[in-house]
């Protein structure tokens, strides 16, 4: 008689556990919240936060989200450690993540799981080598394309430099902006790598200065990025600097102080006039207190995305998912219409922006 009730509470708790699982979405977050990229960490967690919030509140979604998330620590092998414990806990239906080297370091796992992974990163390797990998966020190759393409059709200057980090993106982003740069008339006439690590670039920035380029191009984040903008004024360089989304970041701007002042950037659309982004920063401001940043709204959007194509699949099963998510076209979010290619990458409006005072 004891076995036997034991049994039946055993059985009522996998059936208590399985009941509960069906009633919610579990998804997973991969953030760097300690590291050189915490600030971007904090901006993403705040979106996941709200946009969780602010679904579970809505009385027309049955099943509520359950969200957790690790630390990566701004590190690949650390990304590692975080997707690992995170399935001891539960595996979950999708993982939103950030950085491209973190991203490459556990596509591997997402795709064994068959777990779907929306990634701001980078690399196309991502979409090209692991099947359930969505990249939401535009790749060197097209930013650099776009930088050039939007500065020649808005300004004279034809003589370059480049200044990339020594990474996958930085190259990525060098040999683009030189292959299209030569394609469309223009000349790059010095160039060079920086290690992040770092932060004294003078004598670096004295020889591209020496080559007397009229624009240089940075390439980069964080406090790096911020360093080279502030000790290329500091040399006395007069010409025009030319960068991607990371130049308007806070903690770039931060270090870089007024020499930032006219830096032209590509950014993604990101239309604070709009209704729709009106009502975001409305909602934001008033959980946290502060203005979200372009990270905020891409993850925000990821989210939007990811559940609109579990709502039309009427199941959490990742293939139908998968489907759905590239059926998306012209999809209203907080960064424009936005349409997922056949190569699973979002694809979003760019501009050319200026940092002003």
């Keep these: 008689m004891g076995k036997r009730l034991i049994l039946i509470v055993i059985l009522l708790l996998i059936s208590s556990c399985a009941s509960k699982v069906d009633e919610e979405y579990v998804i997973g977050s991969l953030i760097p919240l300690t590291g050189p990229a915490a600030e971007f960490g904090e901006y993403n967690k705040m979106a996941c936060d709200l946009y969780v919030e602010l679904y579970n509140k809505d009385p027309k979604n049955k099943k509520k989200i359950r969200h957790i998330y690790e630390d990566t620590k701004t590190n690949p092998k650390d990304g590692i450690n975080a997707i690992n414990a995170m399935l001891l806990r539960n595996k979950p239906l999708a993982i939103l993540n950030e950085l491209t080297s973190v991203s490459l370091a556990v596509a591997s796992i997402t795709d064994k799981e068959k777990i779907i992974m929306i990634a ?4 196309s390797k991502l979409t090209q080598e692991y099947d359930y990998t969505f990249r939401n966020y535009p790749d060197p190759v097209r930013l650099a394309e776009e930088t050039i393409k939007a500065f020649f059709s808005n300004y004279n200057e034809r003589d370059f430099a480049i200044v990339y980090a020594n990474d996958e993106f930085g190259l990525g982003s060098r040999d683009t902006f030189a292959k299209t740069l030569e394609e469309l008339g223009g000349r790059l006439l010095a160039e060079d790598s920086f290690d992040k690590s770092r932060l004294d670039f003078r004598s670096q920035l004295i020889k591209i200065i020496n080559n007397n380029p009229e624009v240089v191009y940075l390439v980069g984040f964080g406090k790096p990025l911020g360093m080279l903008i502030k000790q290329i004024r500091e040399l006395g360089y007069k010409g025009k600097l030319l960068g991607g989304p990371e130049a308007a970041f806070k903690d770039v701007l931060s270090v870089a102080g007024d020499a930032a002042d006219g830096l032209l950037y590509i950014d993604v659309s990101f239309d604070t006039t709009s209704p729709i982004v009106k009502d975001f920063t ?21 989210w939007d995305m990811l559940m609109y194509a579990v709502e039309q699949a009427g199941t959490p099963e990742p293939e139908s998912v998968k489907r759905e998510l590239l059926n998306i076209k012209e999809f209203v979010g907080i960064t424009g219409k936005l349409s997922i290619t056949e190569d699973r990458d979002i694809r979003h409006s760019l501009v050319l922006k200026e940092i002003k005072k």
């Design 120 to 123: 701001i990163a980078g690399s």
């Design 282 to 302: 409305d909602e934001f401001k008033k959980k946290f207190n502060k203005e979200p940043s372009l990270v905020s709204a891409v993850v925000y959007d990821a």
